[in-house]
C-alpha cells in the first residue's frame, strides 16, 4: 500500500562573490537561478529512489533528512540543474527533500527549520562548510552573509566558533551568464584543499581577508547597479581563488575567452571543475564564446522563488544524485 504523493521544488544558486572565503565567516552574496530540482514523497513498504532500492549508506542526504523516520518512502527526484559543478544542486536537492518528507509526515516547517534541515545534510554529505547555499536554495532570490548594512536579516547560524548572519538582499537587474566546464567536481575535497592550504601557509588567511574585502566593495557596487566595479572585483576574486588553488585550466578558459565581452567573470561555487559566471551587458555574446570554447552556457534568469510545495507528482529526466565524498 502506497500513500500520497508530496513534491516540493527548489532553485539552484551561483555565488556572484565570496565562495570559500565564506567558509571562514566571511561575507558573501548569492542568487538563486530559474534551474529547480523537484523531490516527491510518499509512504512506502519499502525505501525506493527512482524506482530502484535506496541504499542509505550510499546516499548521505537521504541518509540525514530521514534519520528520525520510522516508516519507508518512495522518493522521486528530477532536476534542471547539472549535478557536482557550483550551482547549488546538493543543497536544492536537501532543501527539497526536507519539504517534502517534512510534508508527508504533516509539519509545516519553517524556512529557519529547513535551512538547519538542508544544512545539515550537507554537512553529513561533504563534511565541512557554510549555510550559504542552503540559505540561498530554501530562501530564493538575492541573499548576502555578514554583511553589515542593507538587507532584511533572516537568520543566524554558528558552528565550530563561525558565525553566518543571512540576509534578503534585493535582486539587482543585472544579466549574468554561467558557463559549465562539464567537469564534475564536489565541494568537500574543494573546501578540504582551502583548508590544507591554510593550515600550511601563512599568507593564505590575508587572502581570504582579502576575498571577504572584495566581496563587501562588490555588494556595495552590486547595490549601487555599478557594473564596471562590480565585474572587476568578480575578476579579481576570480584571481585570489586561482592562488587558493581551486580554478583550473578549463575554468580558467572559459574566464578568460569571457573578459572581453563582459564586466568580470570568475568561477562560481567550489571550483576544480564546475562552472564560471560572467556579468555582462552582451549575454548572447558571451553564451556564444563560452560554447565556442567548449562550455555549456546559460542565460541566467535570477531570484526565482525557494523551496516551495509543488502540485501533482515529479515528473522529468531521474536526477543524477550529487556526488559526495
Ligand atoms: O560548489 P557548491 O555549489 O557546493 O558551492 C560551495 C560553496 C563553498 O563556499 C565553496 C562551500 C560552502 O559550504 O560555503
Redesign the pocket.
Known sequence: MSGEWFTASAPGKF?VLG??S??YGKPAVVLATDRRITCSVRRSRRNTLNGDYLDFSRQPHFNYLTRDMNHCLDFLTVSEIPSGS???S??ALSAALALAIRSERGEFPTELFLVEEAYGA?LHAQGN??P??ASACVHGGGIAINVDDGGKELWTISRNNRTWKVTDIDVPKLSFVIGNTGIKAP?GP??DKVRRYMNRNGFAADIIDEMGDVTMEGYDALRKGDCERLGRLMTHDHKLLSILGVSCKELNTLVNASLPYSYGAKLT??GGG?CMVALTDRPEKVAEIIESRGGTPYIIRSGSEGVRMEAGVAKGTPMEIPMTR
Do not use: K, L, R, Y
Request: hydrophobic fraction near 35%; avoid cysteine.
Open positions: 555565488v565562495e570559500h565564506v567558509v557550483g550551482m547549488g546538493s543543497a550537507e562548510g557554510s550559504m547555499d565541494t574543494q573546501v561555487g567550489s564546475g
